[in-house]
């Protein structure tokens, strides 16, 4: 593992999806990981397009804007996964950097990968989107 690995994998452990992870999952995920660096504005996936990965931010704000809504998400949080989790999904919202982002893609067959062989990224997974799931909830029982 060279340098930069390692200060990836060191990271890595401050993010809520990967904080459980053992030392070789995190090594994993450090070896399939593509850092990605984008400025305000860039739209990084729009509505109705084919998901290819998933994308936790590092650094910097994104904006999901999904009918009509808008949802900020920070440092440590990820998107793209639903369109990944299930075959002939594709993504519901547009999102949009409102600052510049570094964050991490991890690839279609990556994440499939990393949800088989690493149980607790699954869990940790699952944890988040239960939350955002009971955050809906409120939300449609608000209206």
């Given at each position: ?40 504005g860039?739209?990084?996936m ?11 931010i ?22 793209g ?37 690493e ?23 608000q209206?």
């Open positions: 593992m060279s340098w930069d690995d390692t200060k990836l994998v060191e990271s890595l452990r401050a993010i809520p999806l990967f904080e459980h992870l053992d030392d070789l999952a995190l090594a994993r995920v450090a070896e399939v990981a593509k850092p990605v660096e984008l400025t305000a860039h739209v990084l729009n509505a109705g397009q084919e998901g290819a990965g998933l994308l936790v590092q650094e910097g704000n994104v904006s999901v804007e999904v009918g009509g809504h808008s949802i900020d998400f920070m440092p440590g949080e990820f998107f996964e639903l369109a990944l989790l299930v075959d002939g999904l594709v993504h519901t919202g547009r999102v949009r950097a409102t600052t510049a982002v570094r964050c991490l893609a991890i690839g279609r067959d990556d994440f499939t990968g990393l949800l088989k062989d149980p607790q990224f699954a869990i940790n997974m699952l944890r988040v989107l239960a939350r955002r799931l009971a955050d809906t909830d409120k939300l449609l029982a209206k």
